[in-house]
Nanobody
Framework: QLRLVESGGGLVQPGGSLRLYCEGSGFTLDVYAIGWFRQAPGKEREGVQCISSIDEIQTYADSVMGRFTISRDTAKNTVYLQMNSLKPEDTGVYHC?????????????????WGQGTQVTVSS
């Protein structure tokens, strides 16, 4: 059974940091593009960052430029989203998704597998 499992979310004060984890179960992530998406209350899901199967990185949310970093650890079969200088507008449910073709997209449709999501709340 192929699964993606996110973890690392939580409550953090503005200016703080969190590291999100996307772990693959039943398949090897390094041949897939892995995208991070987020959905804030009352808003549509948006693409945040993606790492392709050849480790090219795409940033889709301008607001995270310079603050968020996506990376991959092949040995641990995990993709990370390091989030620094967090702002209240970063609050939402963060999902990772895998694309079997290995290409990144800002849109949700091309992705084949999704995790259940992890809640990130930025508040004082």
């Amino acid at each position: 059974q192929l699964r993606l499992v996110e973890s690392g979310g939580g409550l953090v004060q503005p200016g703080g940091s969190l590291r999100l984890y996307c772990e693959g179960s039943g398949f090897t992530l390094d041949v897939y593009a892995i995208g991070w998406f987020r959905q804030a209350p009352g808003k549509e899901r948006e693409g945040v960052q993606c790492i392709s199967s050849i480790d090219e990185i795409q940033t889709y949310a301008d607001s995270v430029m310079g603050r968020f970093t996506i990376s991959r650890d092949t040995a641990k079969n995990t993709v990370y989203l390091q989030m620094n200088s967090l702002k209240p507008e970063d609050t939402g449910v963060y999902h990772c998704a895998a694309d079997a073709a290995g290409y990144c997209s800002r849109y949700a449709t091309p992705y084949d597998w999704w995790g259940q999501g992890t809640q990130v709340t930025v508040s004082s």
